[in-house]
Antibody, heavy 119, light 106 residues
Framework: QVQLVESGGGLVKPGGSLRLSCAAS????????MSWIRQAPGKGLEWVSYISSSGSTIYYADSVKGRFTISRDNAKNSLYLQMNSLRAEDTAVYYC????????????WGQGTMVTVSS | DIQMTQSPSTLSASVGDRVTITCRAS??????LAWYQQKPGKAPKLLIYKASSLESGVPSRFSGSGSGTEFTLTISSLQPDDFATYYCQQYNSLWTFGQGTKVEIK
């Protein structure tokens, strides 16, 4: 069935790095436009980053610009988020999500992976 | 940046009630608005896209309306499975979510 599975979360010290992965199955990943969205504990949803189906177009939220890098490998049906210079305020559940047209709502979501930034 | 403001933040209702949640955008987003439902510990689930289009498999008691800067999500007859938090999201210019509306049991 259609599925996104995130991995790579964990506990990291402030200033540290972490790489999240999102494995896709059950659909043609290379057709999908993908984003990372995060949710701090007890808080709302915050869009983090976007990558087009080919990888040619990338956007970042101001809160992570210059620290996070989104990428994808369509041959491996995978999406990535490299997170550097992590701060306490980056603590959140990170979801990957996607949609098929390039201008629509997110109709596929992963289950999320928790990132905790703490000393 | 486009800001999204939902009201109310919390809503207490009973099974069978008609429930309406409002979402306002800080500038016109045409009909580029979605509504999601999220239950504790779970990922959000798409309910409505393009302001009023019902996602496949979503019960018809959910409906969306509006355009420009003001939008509503209506649940015509609240069911036990509908107690959750609801988020609006604009995708006219990048992506922004509202702060959420928790629908709780009265």
């Amino acid at each position: 069935q259609v599925q996104l599975v995130e991995s790579g979360g964990g506990l990291v010290k402030p200033g540290g790095s972490l790489r999240l992965s999102c494995a896709a199955s059950g659909f043609t990943f290379s057709d999908y436009y993908m984003s990372w969205i995060r949710q701090a504990p007890g808080k709302g949803l915050e869009w983090v980053s976007y990558i087009s189906s080919s990888g040619s177009t990338i956007y970042y939220a101001d809160s992570v610009k210059g620290r996070f890098t989104i990428s994808r490998d369509n041959a491996k049906n995978s999406l990535y988020l490299q997170m550097n210079s992590l701060r306490a305020e980056d603590t959140a559940v990170y979801y990957c999500a996607g949609e098929a047209t390039g201008d629509d709502a997110f109709d596929i979501w992963g289950q999320g992976t928790m990132v905790t930034v703490s000393s | 940046d486009i800001q999204m403001t939902q009201s109310p933040s919390t809503l207490s209702a009973s099974v069978g009630d008609r429930v309406t949640i409002t979402c306002r955008a800080s500038q016109s987003i045409s009909s580029w608005l979605a509504w999601y439902q999220q239950k504790p510990g779970k990922a959000p689930k798409l309910l409505i896209y393009k302001a009023s289009s019902l996602e496949s498999g979503v019960p018809s008691r959910f409906s969306g309306s509006g355009s420009g800067t003001e939008f509503t999500l209506t649940i015509s007859s609240l069911q036990p499975d509908d107690f959750a938090t609801y988020y609006c999201q604009q995708y006219n210019s990048l992506w922004t979510f509202g702060q959420g509306t928790k629908v709780e049991i009265k």
